[in-house]
């Protein structure tokens, strides 16, 4: 009789998104900075063949500047559509950088009817008055099956945030949050240890969670969020650097530095097909 060999245990599949320009930097930052429709396409396609299955976008004003526009968004969406098909999903932001009020913000939101949306818990509802009027918002991306990511900067935005979601506010049973490591405005580069109180035993949980680091040590914060069972962002908005201090050429070196660092560990990157499982699971 043959001993029957176990089946190897299938790979945790980790969720790497690209977010390749933000609303701040310049190609004086980076030469490589993406800006442009073909830019972002273009970006789109190499992040797509180094193991991303999202991208998280932001358009510019002519002058480089940061912009929220339908016309816009749409416009390098369909750019980025005849580039890759639908091998990967497109986000866009909906941050105010300074400019857009939360009812312009939702406004073009609406206008754009995309894929998915970064939705900033301290800019959409900043204080408790506004929360009904956020709540209202997230029934109207849930009719029009939209995905958002709740984007939170601190852990005490997380506890507000499920707060919330137990109120009821929040009409999504398995949201997903992307929780910030490190700062931009002080520069201060993150560490993997920056994500041990969003994860403390007395924090809320979500099932689906990912982490956006700044800093060269991006990677390593992305092996970090993995193991504890979430997902990871990575790319130009928030840092230029490999793990070796090195600057990287482009965003696609980004994603495979971070697609190498869950290879180490035993897992794989997820691609779109089974992003948008997980999405028609939290959007239903």
């Given at each position: 009789m043959t001993e029957q060999t176990p089946a190897a245990p299938a790979l945790r599949r980790v969720v790497v998104a690209v977010a390749p320009n933000g609303g701040r930097k310049t190609k004086a930052d980076h030469p490589a900075l993406p800006t442009s429709a073909d830019e972002l396409a273009r970006t789109a396609a190499e992040c797509l063949e180094r193991g991303a299955s999202m991208i998280?976008?932001?358009?510019?004003?002519?002058?480089?500047?940061?912009?929220?526009d339908a016309e816009a968004y749409r416009f390098v969406i369909a750019r980025i559509c005849q580039t890759v098909g639908d091998r990967i999903v497109v986000q866009i932001t909906s941050e105010a950088m300074g400019r857009y009020s939360p009812a312009q913000q939702r406004t073009v939101i609406l206008?754009?009817?995309p894929e998915a949306v970064s939705l900033a818990?301290?800019?959409?509802?900043?204080?408790?008055?506004?929360?009904?009027?956020?709540?209202?918002?997230?029934?109207?991306?849930?009719?029009?099956?939209?995905?958002p990511q709740f984007i939170l900067y601190t852990p005490e935005e997380a506890r507000r945030f499920a707060s919330m979601q137990k109120r009821g506010l929040i009409p999504f049973e398995t949201p997903a949050v992307l929780f910030v490591l490190g700062r931009f405005s002080l520069l201060r580069t993150a560490a993997p240890v920056d994500l041990l109180p969003f994860i403390a035993p007395d924090m809320p949980r979500f099932s689906f969670w990912s982490v956006c680091a700044f800093g060269r040590r991006e990677a390593a914060c992305a092996a970090a969020a993995a193991?504890?069972?979430?997902?990871?962002?990575?790319?130009?908005?928030?840092n230029v650097m490999l793990p070796?201090?090195?600057q990287?050429?482009?965003?696609a070196d980004l994603v495979a530095s971070a697609a190498r660092a869950l290879k180490a560990l035993g897992m794989v990157t997820q691609n779109a097909d089974g992003l948008r499982e997980q999405i028609a699971a939290a959007i239903r």
């Open positions: 998280h976008l932001h358009v510019r004003r002519p002058d480089g500047g940061p912009l929220l206008a754009t009817n818990l301290r800019e959409l509802a900043p204080d408790e008055a506004d929360e009904k009027d956020f709540g209202l918002f997230l029934g109207k991306l849930k009719q029009m099956s939209i995905w193991l504890f069972g979430g997902h990871a962002r990575v790319g130009f908005e928030n070796t201090g090195e990287a050429a482009s965003n």
